[in-house]
């Protein structure tokens, strides 16, 4: 599974935002969450296997953190269309400041207005 299709579930997205602030424990992760640990352990096992959180074990614990590699994978995914839509947004910008600009009649018009 690759990290687009894991994130694309919705409990796995607020657990990728949750491990944005910080890394965390399972247990940690429950109780801000406020899910069952087995649900929160199933769901870090999928972005375990999609590479994009990793775990540290330290001694009883397990401590999962995001994992940079797979969201630069996705920002170079999401660039060209980043950059057709800014494209887009600043033709419809164009556009709609051509529309709501006052006509200009040339030269001295403010004056033959008065």
Known sequence: ???????????????????????????ELVAGLGMSQPAVSKHLRVLREAGVVTVEVRAQQ???????????????????????????????????DSRTRPHDSGPGSEDAAR
């Open 62 to 96: 397990r401590i999962y953190r995001l994992d940079p590699a797979p969201f630069r994978e996705l920002d170079a995914w999401l660039a060209p269309y980043r950059r057709m839509w800014t494209h887009h947004l600043a033709e419809l910008e164009r556009h709609l």
């Open 1 to 27: 599974m690759d990290a687009l299709v894991a994130i694309a579930e919705p409990t796995r997205r607020r657990i990728v935002d949750a491990l944005r602030m910080r890394a965390c424990t399972v247990s």
